[in-house]
Structure formats: C-alpha cells, structure tokens
C-alpha cells in the first residue's frame, strides 16, 4: 500500500463508504475521487486534509510518511495518548528487523537505567 491512492481505497472500504459518498463529503465530484484513487491525480493539499479528516486518519497516513494505522475508534484514543514524536518512533521501530527491534528494546533499557541512577 504505497501510493495515495491505494490508501484512500483501503480507508473508504474499511469504513464502508461508497466512492460517491466520500466525494460528496469532501467537497469534489466522484469522478475525481476515482482519479485520486488510480493514481492519475495527486489530491491538492486542502483536498488532502479534507480526505484525512473524512477518513478519519492523517495527512501523513495518507502520503505514506508513516505506516501506522487504527480502526477509527482506535484512532482517536491513541490519539489522544501518544504525541507526534512517539507515533513517528513507533512507526520507525515497527519497520525494523525483529532482531533490530531486540537491540533497540535493550538500548532503551539501558538507557532508562542510567536515568533512573543519575
């Protein structure tokens, strides 16, 4: 899933909205939601953040800056509970090795350690 497109399918299937419904809310004609959705327009970034917020997801999500996503309702609490800073860690440690996220986990230990010592 790493184009803008395939992430608005994703989104709008997942929450059961038609292609038509979808453009209605934000404002465009379904025509082109579907260029958006094929990959043929970029959505401009007002259209952007109109999406994200109808989708209920992120402008970030939606261009691919970070991977993480939540059903709607887990969405909004998390929200809530992480900053911007520890959803990007987040999405960095999720793309690691298994290996990698081990040592990261020890490093932060570490870390937490000599904190807790000082």
Same mark, same amino acid.
């Given at each position: 899933m790493?184009?803008?497109?395939? *992430?608005i399918v994703?989104?709008?299937?997942e *929450?059961?909205m038609?292609q038509?419904? %979808?453009?209605?809310? $934000?404002?465009?004609?379904?025509?082109?939601?579907?260029?958006?959705?094929?990959?043929?327009?970029e959505p401009k970034?007002? $259209?952007?953040n109109?999406l994200?917020? +109808?989708?209920?997801?992120?402008?970030?999500? %939606?261009i691919?800056?970070?991977?993480?996503?939540e059903?709607p +309702?887990d969405?909004r609490?998390?929200k809530?509970? %992480?900053?911007?800073?520890e959803?990007?860690?987040?999405s960095?440690?999720?793309?690691?090795?298994?290996?990698?996220q081990? *040592?990261l986990?020890?490093? +932060?230990?570490?870390? %937490?350690?000599?904190?807790?010592?000082?």
């Amino acid at each position: 899933m790493n184009s803008i497109g395939k *992430r608005i399918v994703f989104l709008r299937e997942e *929450r059961d909205m038609s292609q038509k419904h %979808l453009a209605y809310t $934000i404002g465009i004609a379904p025509t082109t939601l579907s260029r958006y959705e094929n990959n043929l327009y970029e959505p401009k970034a007002e $259209i952007l953040n109109r999406l994200a917020k +109808a989708l209920d997801t992120t402008s970030d999500f %939606l261009i691919g800056l970070t991977d993480i996503y939540e059903k709607p +309702a887990d969405a909004r609490k998390r929200k809530s509970e %992480l900053t911007a800073d520890e959803q990007r860690l987040l999405s960095y440690y999720r793309k690691l090795t298994d290996l990698n996220q081990a *040592r990261l986990k020890e490093r +932060a230990e570490t870390l %937490l350690d000599l904190q807790e010592k000082k």
